[in-house]
């Protein structure tokens, strides 16, 4: 059966500062599903970039001391960076000072202005620059003099200025209409609830061009305004396929993306503006956005202006990107907000990976290559312990394509890790060592079973822990083709005979 294609996206970053842990967090969990997609042989494209324009970028750089786009350059390879760092699989990185973009930019906006969507009139109101959003009135509060977004805490500015508006107005009822159809177009169920009663109290037309400042995609054929940065942004996701063209192969192959990871503070631009601005122009929604919640130090969320990051970056070169990307994943509730600490970073890299996964392939591999020259032929039937591991195992991966479906990947690491734990029990009770002499054939299906064991969960934990598992898929000699989910239709994944490698140490225990 073909496989559908996937295109995922993470946001594209402001490069505005040096990159923290949320958005790691973002790239991470886009990434563990390209990923994974990738593993159960879909075909899959995976973008992420920067969002280079608007007045916060073009602050930034003046407090640089740079022109914007040197700014850009700078930072942009930060970026670029960190998903070396994170260990990204992304298969291209935009910038939206990018030809490719500004082409696209401008087709879009040519087609909403041709579909009679844009009008020209005069915005007067809040708008913050370091969310780049625009606030109604009862969105405002007022703390010592000023004035601040109730939603984000941002401050706010007023601006009055000439502008073109979007008829957001006019498509109320067509996004409501869309929701319904659409069940699945914003995950959690919880965002969906928000933006549904958010859409209800009626929208209002958006003002998408700017003529108080200048860096940014220029109006086409009125170049007193600069494109509204969010309509220029969404828009990556378009050009990096390279629309307007929709003949060429990555539209056609990848177009409606299949899933945009995003993080709870950016879900009005993308599950409301976003499929307005599309449908709009007569372009296909996105087929998903996955909001996520907000990694908190204490109970703030994590930003460079609250001055409470925990840098990726050193947390990698310390503990190890593997362990990093693991604990974020498993630990941190994809749905509502987390907070993250070096100490429950050290307990879940000790109980999970060094404990219980690393645990299971050290204590294996170095058995098989001590006592059976790495070598283990399987002889017996599966004993009444063997089926139940097996039978067990089964129960724990049977929903793990539908949890993955709807992104639940909190629930499917647990059950993965339930595997490993399993698995070592069933070691422990089968005490395969005390067989040497007595009934070695037993013992090579103890061993046989144990590394099939240790082949599933390697190829189920791989999204997540890329480098480990990869390591020990190598040293268990199974070829990178053979590395997919095939085996959770009910296949085995090892032959009868197998030769293993030396497996060195995943991971060290944090004392
Ligand atoms: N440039 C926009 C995205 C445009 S997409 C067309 C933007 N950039 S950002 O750099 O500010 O944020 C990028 C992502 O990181 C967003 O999804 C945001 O939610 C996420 N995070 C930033 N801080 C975060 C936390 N503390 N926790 C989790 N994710 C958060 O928004």
Redesign the pocket.
């Known amino acids: 059966m073909k496989k559908n294609n996937f295109y995922i996206?993470?946001?594209?970053?402001?490069?505005?500062g040096n990159p923290?842990?949320?958005?790691a967090?973002?790239s991470i969990f886009a990434d563990v599903f390209a990923r994974y997609m990738r593993n159960d042989n879909h075909k899959v494209y995976f973008l992420t970039g920067?969002?280079e324009h608007g007045l916060k970028i073009q602050k930034a750089a003046e407090k640089d001391g740079l022109e914007p786009l040197k700014y850009c350059d700078k930072l942009s390879k930060v970026f670029m960076d960190l998903t070396n760092q994170l260990n990204l699989s992304n298969d291209d990185f935009i910038r939206t000072t990018e030809k490719r973009h500004y082409k696209s930019v401008n087709d879009l906006w040519n087609r909403l202005e041709k579909s009679g969507d844009i009008y020209l009139s005069k915005y007067k109101g809040w708008y913050s620059v370091s969310d780049?959003a625009y606030y109604n009135e009862d969105e405002i509060i007022e703390k010592n003099g000023k004035k601040f977004s109730t939603f984000s805490g941002s401050p706010v500015e007023w601006v009055e200025e000439e502008s073109f508006f979007f008829k957001l107005s006019n498509w109320t009822d067509k996004l409501l209409e869309f929701y319904y159809k659409n069940k699945n177009f914003i995950l959690p169920v919880s965002r969906r609830n928000e933006v549904i009663n958010f859409v209800k109290t009626g929208l209002k037309d958006l003002s998408i061009s700017r003529t108080s400042f200048t860096w940014g995609i220029k109006v086409p054929n009125n170049a007193k305004h600069v494109i509204y940065?969010?309509l220029d942004?969404?828009t990556?996701?378009l050009s990096a396929l390279n629309f307007p063209d929709e003949k060429n192969n990555l539209y056609k192959d990848f177009w409606p993306a299949s899933l945009?990871?995003?993080?709870?503070?950016?879900l009005r631009?993308?599950a409301i503006y976003?499929p307005a601005f599309l449908l709009a122009a007569g372009i296909q929604p996105p087929k998903r956005v996955f909001g996520?919640?907000?990694?908190?130090?204490g109970d703030e969320?994590?930003?460079k202006s609250k001055g409470n990051i925990l840098n990726p970056i050193e947390i990698i070169s310390t503990y190890g990107v593997d362990q990093l990307r693991y604990y974020l994943m498993k630990e941190v509730s994809h749905g509502s907000?987390g907070s993250i600490s070096l100490k429950n970073l050290e307990n879940c890299i000790n109980s999970d990976l060094a404990n219980n996964y690393g645990n299971l392939c050290q204590r294996i591999f170095s058995f098989v290559s001590n006592n059976c020259n790495g070598t283990i032929i399987k002889t017996l039937k599966e004993s009444k312990s063997d089926l139940n591991l097996i039978k067990e195992t089964q129960k724990l991966t049977k929903n793990l394509r539908t949890e993955m479906d709807t992104q639940n990947l909190n629930n499917y690491i647990k059950s993965v890790i339930n595997i490993s734990f399993l698995t070592n029990k069933y070691i422990n009770d089968e005490e395969p060592w005390k067989l040497k002499k007595e009934n070695i054939e037993k013992m090579n299906n103890i061993l046989h079973l144990s590394l099939e064991q240790i082949a599933k969960i390697s190829i189920l934990l791989n999204p997540i822990i890329p480098l480990s598992t990869s390591k020990v898929l190598d040293a268990l000699n199974i070829d990178k083709k053979s590395r997919n989910l095939s085996f959770l239709d009910g296949e085995n994944i090892l032959s009868k005979n197998v030769k293993i490698n030396n497996l060195k140490i995943l991971f060290k225990k944090i004392i």
């Open positions: 996206t993470t946001p594209i970053y402001y490069p505005s923290h842990m949320g958005h967090y973002s920067t969002d780049e940065v969010w942004a969404l990556n996701y945009h990871i995003i993080g709870k503070d950016i631009f993308h976003w996520h919640g907000w990694i908190l130090s969320k994590m930003s907000d």
